[in-house]
């Protein structure tokens, strides 16, 4: 049965866009909702299989050069501007804004990822979940999501089911896109054990009663109705987790 009782602002903790971490490499300008490199703060460590959301903005020419990892899925959601990649496995794509690559680095991979230009700056959300299973065989997936796909809905971009049109990922998690603006809502009804991270990509919007603005994160941890509206050309991404067992 469908939940329809709204979830309250008590069961909702926001993290506000303000107090995130903060890296600033001059190429590299880097906001993280969760501890990350030097910043380490112990009250925001994760939220359920979500290890890391770092808000990047890499300038023109500029990068990250080769790296290990090893047990993390991993994914770039591509807001402005156009990523390239290239690892291990012998893969190498250039994604574009409203795509995203994805990584299960399972065993062991190294990679790069770098501005595809040299003169404009390029924007993403690097994403880190913990997987169910340790030494999986890496591997490498893009996706491209078209503006109607996720205009005033969800659409299902990682999915732990492995959902058809969805890359498969080894995280308990499901992963959505959506845009929303003007009078568009969009309803989610959050099962019984599971939790919900929604994040402000760009704009603002509102969450049941919180107003959500650019770069804000909302934790989730009761079941019930979650409604998205009230967007102000607001993008989010918003990941429906299995709640971790005390």
Do not use: C
């Amino acid at each position: 049965m469908a939940q329809t009782t709204f979830i309250p602002a008590s069961a909702m903790t926001l993290r506000p866009a303000g107090e995130r971490g903060l890296a600033d490499h001059g190429w590299l300008k880097s906001r993280h909702s969760f501890s990350f490199a030097r910043y380490h703060d112990p009250a925001h460590m994760g939220f359920q299989a979500l290890r890391v959301i770092n808000d990047d903005r890499v300038a023109g020419g500029g990068g990250f050069p080769t790296h290990p990892h090893r047990d993390a899925e991993i994914f770039s959601y591509i807001l402005e501007g156009a990523l390239s990649h290239r690892d291990t496995t012998g893969t190498a794509s250039t994604v574009r804004a409203g795509g995203v690559q994805f990584m299960t680095t399972g065993s062991g991979v190294s990679h790069s990822e770098f501005n595809a230009s040299r003169s404009e700056p390029v924007h993403f959300l690097q994403v880190w979940l913990l997987p169910d299973v340790r030494g999986a065989t890496p591997r490498y997936e893009n996706l491209d999501i078209a503006p109607e796909e996720k205009d005033g809905r969800l659409r299902l971009f990682l999915s732990g089911a492995g959902a058809s049109g969805a890359i498969r990922t080894h995280a308990p998690a499901e992963v959505y896109a959506a845009t929303l603006r003007g009078e568009q809502s969009i309803d989610l009804p959050l099962r019984e054990g599971r939790s919900a991270w929604i994040q402000a990509a760009r704009g603002s919007l509102a969450v049941n009663d919180l107003r959500l603005e650019e770069g804000d994160g909302l934790a989730v941890t009761r079941s019930g109705l979650l409604r998205l509206s009230g967007g102000q050309d607001a993008e989010i991404l918003l990941f429906d987790l299995e709640a971790q067992r005390a």
